[in-house]
């Protein structure tokens, strides 16, 4: 099994009309600051290489980047880092990423199963979804009862609907999401596992910011 590059896991989501946060994969910081002025800042940058599978843990991330100096720096920092922690690591560029947010984060994800075949998950995200594993799960492919279904069970749902003064979140955005992950893995047998962590839920949208993509 192996990580399915970035540009590749671009091109899915934007196939699948899975919503990421703009994001530009720079081969060079000309090109990274190019594409951060049109996105316009604050943007961040992550590591794009098939032999760094979790670029958070790595230190392949730097976030809240605000001018075209930092960007410079932070781009020169990752390429240098990624290099000293794995001298022999293939690296594809660097990913430039609009920063996004929302009033709630979770996670979606799908695992091909021996058994069974594809299973698609949804649950509380960011750094508590190993803590507090508050996830549901179904079998793929799924409609959009089913999708309902397996976020009510969940207790973010409570979250979701607006719990402690907070706005309740596009429902609908987040079930479009679930079905056309569970779309793509049911039509990509090669896919073996799949993140989308985190996902940023607002009163408008669902956004995801990060997208990992394992293959046969």
């Known amino acids: ?42 943007v961040c940058l992550k590591i794009s290489s098939p032999d760094i599978v979790h670029k958070t843990e790595s230190g392949g991330v730097i976030l809240g980047i605000k001018d075209e100096k930092a960007l410079r720096e932070g781009f020169q920092s990752l390429l240098k880092s990624a290099k000293k922690k794995n001298r022999k690591a293939r690296i594809d560029g660097i990913l430039v990423q609009q920063m996004a947010s929302g009033d709630t984060e979770f996670i979606i994800g799908a695992k091909t199963d021996p058994q069974f075949g594809p299973v698609i998950m949804f649950g509380l995200g960011g750094i508590f979804v190993e803590v507090i594993k508050d996830v549901s799960f179904r079998l793929a492919p799924v409609n959009r009862k089913e999708v309902q279904d397996m976020i009510k069970e969940t207790k973010g749902y409570k979250i979701l609907q607006g719990a402690r003064g907070r706005k309740p979140a596009n429902m609908k955005a987040i079930e479009d999401i679930l079905l056309s992950v569970s779309k793509m893995v049911w039509a990509n047998k090669r896919i073996k596992e799949l993140d989308l962590n985190p996902v940023f839920a607002s009163e408008k949208k669902a956004i995801a910011v990060d997208m990992r993509v394992m293959v046969e």
Request: net charge positive; hydrophobic share 45%.
């Open 1 to 42: 099994m192996k990580k399915l590059s970035d540009a590749d896991a671009l091109k899915l989501a934007k196939k699948y009309r899975i919503p990421l946060a703009k994001t530009f994969l720079a081969k060079n910081e000309k090109q990274a600051v190019l594409f951060a002025k049109k996105a316009r800042y604050p």
